[in-house]
Structure formats: C-alpha cells, structure tokens
C-alpha cells in the first residue's frame, strides 16, 4: 500500500481510530448492506480508488449526502488522470462528476518534499533506485512504472500481437466503458492495431495464446500489463493504463462503433463525453447520445439529452437543442432536469434574446434546491439582472449563491457583486448635490442606483439615468433640468 491510499489510511487512523470503517469493494456493496438492514451510521468509509464504484449501478451523491446525514465521513481516493477523465468541459457533464463533485477536493503533488527526499536518503543507500523513485514516485516505482514503460516501447517489436491486445483492451477503458474487458472483445479490439498481414495470423488460436501469454506475463510478481479480472476478463494495470492515455493515440472508428453497439445506456454517456471531450470527435459522441436518449433508461437518458442539447447548440443547431434540454427538463430527472433548465436558460439568454424564458429558467434551477445547480442558476440569474438593470434582484440572487457556499459559483458571485456594490459606493459619493437646495443625494430607489430601467434597458425615468436622486426635488437636481 503505497501514494495516496496510503496517505487516505494512514489519515484514517490517526482521526478516526474509535470508529468502525467500511471499505466496499464492489459497486453495488453500499446499496446491498442498505437492503440488508445494516445500521451506517458513525462510521469510516472509505472508498479507495472511487472511479471503480461510481456510474451506473454504483455509488451515487445521494447516497453520499444520506450517509453523511446519519454522521458517517466518507473519504475517497482516485488517482488525478480518472479525475481529470471526469470534469465537466465547457457544459458537458459526465455522470460521475456528479458524485465527485459532492466531496471536498485535496490534491496531491508527485514532487518529493526536501523532508521527503532526506528520509528517502535514509532508507535507500542506492543512488539509481533514489533516482528512479524521484523521477516516477515511490508509488510508481513500488509498481514497476519503468519495467511497464520499456515492454510498451519494445511491444510493437518484440510482440505485434500481444501489443496489440493490450492496446485494444484499452480502447475499452479509454473510450468509458466500464471495466472488465471481455475475453471475446480482445481479438476484435486488437485487429484495428495490427497490420493487414497480422490480422490474418490474430485469428490463430497459437499465435493469440502466444500474444495473451506476452500480455499478462510477470512484470513483478503483482504487475501485468493486462490482468486475469475474471475467468474470462481482464483488466489494463493502471500505470500502463496512464501511459497509453497521455500518449492520446486516436481509438479507431471501427472499435468506437464496436464499442457503441455493446455499450449500456449508461456508458453510452461516458463514451459520448469521452469521445467529445478528449478525443474531439463530436460525430462519435452524437451518436453516442442519441441511442442513450432513444434508449428511454429513465436515469441516462435524461443525462444524455443534456449533453446532446449542448452539441447541437454548438453545432448550431439551437432548436435540436432546446427539444433536448425541454426533454431533460419533463422527466423531472433529480439532476439532469435541474441543470438543463441553467442550459435552457443561456441558450434562451445569449441565442435568443429571450430574457423573460432565460430567467424563468434560471429560476427554475434555484427552485429545485439542487446542490450544484441552484447555486448555479442563482449566478446566472444575477448576471442577468445585472445585465437588464435590476440591481436589487442581481444583488439577492449573488448573496443566494454566496450563502450557498458553492465551491465553484460563491467566489464568483462574490466579486460580481462587489462590483456592483462599488458602482453603486462610487455614484453617492461622486460629491453630487441637489442645485436647488444643495442636500446630499440618494440612490434612486426605482433603478436601484443603477441609472437603467429593469425592462426595456433604458434611461430610469425617475432619476434621468444618473442613479440618484434628491429626497424633496427628485431628478430636478441635475443642471439639465433646472435650467
């Protein structure tokens, strides 16, 4: 046990020492000790690696808010690449960000401290071992990274056929299909790896039992590069998982659609943002999200409108793009539905230019309580107002997502109204006086001291667009009109 599960358990131990901890390891262990009437309550738990128990049938941000309802901490692991794999992008969302979004965030940096280094010092006297340690981390070192790194470079050479099955297999994984790799998809995702001449002797029972043998052979005695998961699955290692990743090979066209056809509704969703996202292939992930809103799986299929919707709009297609955010928002799905109303409202706002359907979007989202999306929506409404002159209703809807304290949307929502509060801090005490009876101003109360009307984005009538007025004579304080 080495890195950041480490780190988690030895935290764990020295916080938590009087209570209990639970550490699933399967999807779905949460949700069958919940049927099976077992008491979670004060309790650790601990979910290492997390990307292995969030998705479909896995663990969900409802789960963990009822957990930690009942005084239960809750403390995850994953490593940053999966992390990284799951962020939203621009308003595309993976369902996991969902679940992940609901913890508190700490970062773990590669580098070795100078204590860290000193201590190094002292427990390895070889200076080639330190080195290796530095350049790759401890935990990478302790499984093999550098062993891993050299059999992929020498593969392509030494074995065609075993490379390419490690490379298929992690098509399987890159592309968001959840792991396990079935046995009988290896071959398939392997032939679009290979030669012409090399597809042809794949189908050699031999030479694929030579390749599988290359494949899963010993690194170290805990290390492969594919791994036996089951009898008939196998799993990438994760380092060399990473390596194939950051290299960002393109997946072929044939293994996307292969992967497509076999895919459940919700890895349709991953596929889609995967494929968007980190590949920039807006043709696989239409495709994608298309069969998981055809699909009608009342949990994906509302997630995948979401996404759909902001392509098409992307794509120009804006009405495509409403009938699917619309969709989202009638099946009253606890997420999705919230979110496409913030989606609906931009749309509606900077498309359009329908400012009363923008804000009734908005509205919508803050309404629905949602963690992530009334804070969100409550930003977007204030821009807004702010925007059309409502400086009183900006101001409430900025101090509604402060209060919420969003990780993302309260620091932003602070410093928009900062600044409108020293617009408004500048016009008072600009030193303006009343030309008739020379009394200090006061903020226009119909405008807010904003100067503009909330409706047609004019000229405030009642303080002639100035933001202030004289509490006995009005507007008449200005030279134009004294005159």
């Not at 189908?203 to 043998?213: E, T, V, Y």
């Not at 090979?249 to 459940?264: C, M, Q, V």
């Amino acid at each position: 046990m080495v890195g950041k599960t480490k780190i988690a358990a030895t935290l764990i131990a020295e916080m938590f020492s009087d209570k209990r901890i639970v550490i699933p390891e399967t999807k779905n262990m949460l949700s069958m000790l919940d049927s099976a009437d077992v008491a979670m309550e004060r309790m650790v738990i601990f979910l290492d690696d997390i990307d292995r128990l969030i998705g479909a049938g896995g663990i969900s941000d409802g789960a963990l808010r009822r957990l930690v309802s009942k005084g239960n901490h809750v403390i995850a692991t994953i490593r940053a690449a999966e992390y990284d794999r799951y962020r939203p992008a621009d308003q595309l969302r993976s369902p996991e960000w969902d679940t992940l979004s609901a913890f508190e965030r700490v970062f773990l940096r590669r580098d070795l401290t100078e204590s860290e280094l000193e201590r190094l010092s002292l427990a390895v006297a070889d200076p080639e071992i330190r080195s290796r340690v530095t350049q790759v981390g401890i935990g990478e070192y302790v499984g093999a990274a550098m062993h891993i790194a050299e059999t992929l470079r020498l593969g392509p050479s030494v074995n065609p056929v075993g490379y390419a099955l490690v490379v298929g297999a992690a098509d399987w994984h890159r592309a968001g299909m959840d792991p396990p790799v079935p046995a009988t998809a290896l071959s398939d995702l392997a032939a679009q790896h290979l030669s012409a001449k090399d597809r042809v002797v794949l189908a050699d029972d031999d030479i694929f039992d030579a390749g599988l043998k290359w494949a899963t052979r010993d690194i170290n005695p805990k290390v492969s590069l594919i791994q036996r998961e089951l009898q008939d699955s196998f799993v990438v290692f994760e380092y060399a998982l990473d390596i194939l990743t950051v290299e960002q090979n393109p997946i072929p066209d044939a293994n996307w659609s292969y992967l497509i056809e076999r895919a459940k509704p919700a890895e349709l969703i991953r596929i889609g943002f995967t494929a968007r996202v980190t590949y920039h292939r807006a043709d696989v992930a239409e495709r994608a999200w298309r069969l998981a809103v055809e699909s009608s799986n009342p949990d994906a299929f509302p997630r995948a409108a979401i996404n759909l919707g902001a392509l098409l709009r992307a794509s120009g297609d804006l009405e495509g793009a409403l009938a699917m955010y619309q969709r989202a928002i009638e099946s009253g799905h606890a997420d999705a539905a919230p979110m496409a109303s913030i989606n609906l409202g931009t749309l509606l706002l900077r498309d359009k230019g329908d400012v009363g359907g923008a804000r009734a979007a908005y509205q919508l989202a803050i309404n629905s309580g949602h963690v992530d999306a009334a804070p969100r929506g409550a930003f977007n409404l204030g821009v807004l107002l702010s925007e059309i002159g409502e400086v009183r209703g900006a101001r409430v809807a900025y101090q509604f997502a402060i209060d919420s304290g969003h990780f993302d949307v309260s620091t932003d929502a602070a410093a928009n109204l900062k600044v409108l509060e020293s617009r408004r801090t500048n016009q008072r005490s600009a030193g303006h006086s009343c030309h008739k009876c020379h009394a200090y101003l006061r903020w226009c109360h119909d405008c807010a001291g904003y100067g503009k009307s909330g409706v047609l984005i004019g000229e405030c009538s009642a303080c002639g667009g100035t933001g202030l007025v004289c509490s006995e004579h009005g507007r008449h304080w200005t030279r134009a009109t004294t005159r």
